[in-house]
Nanobody
Framework: VQLQASGGGLVQAGGSLRLSCTAS????????MGWFRQAPGKEREFVAR????????YYTDSVKGRFTISRDNVKNAMYLQMNSLEPEDTAVYYC?????????WGQGTLVTVSS
C-alpha cells in the first residue's frame, strides 16, 4: 500500500485546513487508518484514528472538538478536517494504515500555524 498525504500549508491561528490521504496499491476499506504528527524536536504522536468496520473515531485529547477524521472507501481515501488551528498544531502530519499494526505510512505533509 502506498499512502500519499496532501493538504498541508501555512494558516493563521484560528483557521482551518483539510488534509487528504490517498491510498494506492490495494484497497484500504478493510483496515483502520489514522493520522499522526511530529512537531519540531518532538516525537511522533497519535492524532486520530478511524476504524474500518463501523467508522468509529478516536482522537488525542488536544484535538477533540477541533479535528474530524473521515474516510471514503469508494475513493480509497481518508481526510482530516482541522478547525480552530493553534500554533501548537504545527507539525508534519502523516497518514497511516493499520492492518494489525501501523504498517503503512505516507510521506507527511507540513502544517504551519502562525500566531
Amino acid at each position: 500500500v502506498q499512502l500519499q498525504a496532501s493538504g498541508g500549508g501555512l494558516v493563521q491561528a484560528g483557521g482551518s485546513l483539510r488534509l487528504s490521504c490517498t491510498a494506492s496499491g490495494r484497497t484500504v476499506s478493510s483496515v483502520d487508518m489514522g493520522w499522526f504528527r511530529q512537531a519540531p524536536g518532538k516525537e511522533r504522536e497519535f492524532v486520530a484514528r478511524i476504524t474500518w468496520r463501523d467508522a468509529d473515531t478516536y482522537y488525542t485529547d488536544s484535538v477533540k472538538g477541533r479535528f474530524t477524521i473521515s474516510r471514503d472507501n469508494v475513493k480509497n481515501a481518508m481526510y482530516l478536517q482541522m478547525n480552530s488551528l493553534e500554533p501548537e498544531d504545527t507539525a508534519v502530519y502523516y497518514c497511516a494504515a493499520k492492518p494489525g499494526t501501523w504498517k503503512y505510512w505516507g510521506q507527511g505533509t507540513l502544517v504551519t500555524v502562525s500566531s
